[in-house]
């Protein structure tokens, strides 16, 4: 059975501490993908990556970065949490092509609330 | 700037009936569409993708239209249960290059015994 982990469901951080969320995939999947979903708004794309140390910016990149050391994995950062990144994160992953065409994968999801 | 609109109101259709979501989007020409299902406290799972000429897809008691005319794509589920109680986002994507999917915001469907 196909799937993606995220490494926390809940998590709960102070404004200004580094926070990291992790994303496995054990699909051999190349491309990877960091959400944000917030009520009322579609999911906005944060960060994605199509290979492995490559990656590309989305739509509301600012405050994050991201790391992709190993094409399992995939990571999001926060360098210092701010209240507004209260969110849900979702982290996907597709097989190599456009994003388009192909199904994405996704993970659970962190909840994450900065105090 | 692109916009992709559901109806942000929850839906409640009688178990059996058949329902009819629908997606429309603005200042976009889509190439793609995909509608997704997403469960309370988990991420989306991917139902359907339909392509700009395709028009028409099914998928067991779920079809799906695309009518690039009217900028607007109708999810159906025929014969609904209340297993089929969601959240449903579509996600159009493809051209004016921009391959990235968008997403809107979702509509809760309820399907009552």
């Known amino acids: 059975d196909v799937k993606v982990t995220q490494s926390s469901r809940y998590l709960v951080k102070r404004t200004g501490e580094k926070v990291f969320l992790e994303c496995v995939q054990d699909?051999?999947?190349?491309?990877m993908f960091w959400y944000r979903q917030d009520p009322g708004l579609g999911l906005r794309l944060i960060y994605f990556?199509?290979?492995?140390?490559?990656?590309e910016k989305g739509d509301i990149p600012e405050g994050y970065s991201v790391s992709r050391e190993k094409k399992e994995r995939f990571s999001l950062i926060l360098e210092s949490a701010s209240t507004n990144q209260t969110s849900m994160y979702l982290c996907?992953?597709?097989?190599?092509?456009?994003?388009?065409?192909?199904?994405?994968?996704f993970g659970p999801g962190t909840r994450l609330t900065v105090l | 700037s692109q916009k992709i609109e559901q109806n942000s109101e929850a839906l409640n259709i009688q178990e059996g009936k058949t329902a009819t979501l629908t997606c429309n989007y603005t200042?976009?020409?889509?190439?793609?569409l995909q509608w997704y299902r997403q469960d309370p406290g988990r991420g989306p799972v991917f139902l359907l993708l339909?392509?700009?000429n395709e028009k028409e897809k099914r998928k067991e008691r779920l079809k799906v239209t695309f009518d690039t005319t009217l900028k607007q794509s109708l999810f159906h589920i025929t014969a609904s249960q209340p297993a089929d109680s969601a959240t449903y986002l579509c996600?159009?994507?493809?051209?004016?290059?921009?391959?990235?999917?968008?997403w809107g915001a979702g509509t809760k469907l309820i399907i009552k015994p």
């Open positions: 996600a159009p994507a493809g051209g004016d290059s921009n391959y990235q999917l968008i």
């Open positions: 200042n976009y020409s889509p190439a793609y």
């Open positions: 699909m051999d999947h190349e491309n």
């Open positions: 990556s199509y290979d492995v140390k490559m990656k």
């Open positions: 996907a992953s597709s097989p190599l092509g456009e994003a388009a065409l192909n199904e994405q994968f």
């Open positions: 339909i392509r700009e």
